[in-house]
């Protein structure tokens, strides 16, 4: 594996908060020493964000910014999805206030994607926008989360449905990280570098399909490609679409039948899991309505199971799954609206007007209550 790093550049112009879009994504081992460099030299107070698993992490961040002559302050949330909750971001929003942080003041992430998530959603709503850095600590957060300004908390009604688009000043892949990551997490994490393979850059499935097992191994070179080329292909679609109105929504593949089973398991499965198993439910449909291959639909389900990822639901839950399916972001009124492919790195949007046809879709991946055995993903 390379030792030097990899810098790709994401977007150009003017976002949320002032910010330029043009900030970099680095890739590689040992990058700490760069995040004073992204946070600036107008801040002088830098918040913290880590959940309670990684608080060595976060006192190691805190310290080293210390160092740099940052007053540097943390503040530790819930783990996961535990901690995208409007209480957990009223509570840094208190710890701002209590240390007095200006909008010239910036706010560091250190985790997954629900901490980078939370992070971003504080630094984008504390004085109407201060400056976020993130270091993703999980596959997931480093392909998806960290890059493109997406910030979100959940409600009980779903997920992600409060938010705003609040771009980083920059993001630091760390693949030293991955080394400790959970097995399971790891894995979940390779759904959405799955995804970015079908809707643009189908070198990323040839590299899983030559080497599954490779592509799961953090100290091999085909994860680090993988890493890359999955922050590629979402840096362009966020160039070409910031605010999610158009083009951006292909990164939605598999996210719309995924977010539905997240919330009907009180999100115990893990996103990747989700979403792997709304991809298949997503070609099966682009199958059905003529849109993909009989070979192209059955790819995703042999590229997701040598990874080890679910491509199969319980069967008794779709009244539930279809009502979290009319609360997608997508939909406009009562219309659905699926991303589906027409081949191999051509997603296009497609409403469905009769809920039928997925219902009828659905029976292609349901299985029975008692057979699931995905439940650890």
Wanted: proline share 3%; with cysteine.
């Amino acid at each position: 594996m390379s030792t030097e790093s990899t810098t790709i550049t994401v977007g150009e112009g003017t976002g949320a908060g002032g910010q330029e879009l043009g900030y970099d994504v680095v890739v590689g081992n040992g990058l700490l020493a760069r995040l004073h460099t992204m946070i600036g030299t107008q801040a002088e107070r830098v918040l913290v964000i880590h959940p309670r698993a990684l608080r060595a992490t976060g006192d190691v961040v805190r310290e080293d910014l210390e160092k740099a002559g940052f007053q540097a302050v943390t503040a530790e949330i819930p783990d996961a999805e535990e901690g995208k909750h409007i209480q957990v971001a009223a509570f840094c929003w208190q710890v701002l206030g209590q240390n007095d942080f200006t909008r010239s003041d910036a706010v560091v992430s250190v985790g997954g994607g629900a901490v980078t998530d939370v992070a971003g959603f504080v630094a984008a709503t504390w004085l109407r926008g201060v400056r976020v850095v993130h270091m993703p600590t999980t596959l997931l957060g480093m392909v998806d989360a960290a890059v493109g300004g997406k910030t979100g908390i959940n409600t009980a009604e779903g997920k992600n449905l409060v938010g705003s688009f609040h771009q980083p000043a920059g993001v630091l892949a760390d693949l030293d990280t991955l080394i400790s990551l959970p097995r399971n997490e790891l894995v979940a994490g390779l759904a959405e570098v799955v995804k970015c393979g079908f809707i643009a850059d189908e070198e990323i499935l040839k590299i899983i399909e030559s080497a599954p097992d490779q592509a799961q191994n953090p100290h091999s070179w085909q994860l680090r490609e993988l890493v890359e080329r999955s922050i590629r292909v979402k840096a362009k679609v966020v160039g070409e679409d910031v605010r999610e109105s158009g083009v951006r929504e292909s990164l939605n593949y598999g996210h719309t039948l995924g977010h539905a089973i997240e919330l009907a398991e009180r999100y115990q499965w893990r996103h990747g899991a989700a979403v792997s198993v709304g991809m298949v439910f997503a070609a099966e449909l682009a199958r059905s309505l003529g849109r993909l291959s009989d070979a192209e639909a059955d790819r995703h389900h042999e590229i997701l199971t040598s990874l080890g990822l679910p491509v199969t639901y319980r069967g008794d839950r779709w009244n539930q799954l279809l009502e979290g399916i009319r609360r997608d972001k997508k939909n406009r009124g009562d219309t659905l609206r699926f991303v589906l492919l027409n081949g191999i790195g051509s997603p296009t949007t497609v409403e469905i007007p009769d809920p039928s046809i997925l219902f009828a879709t659905y029976q292609e991946i349901a299985e029975e209550p008692d057979t699931s055995t995905t439940i650890s993903l």
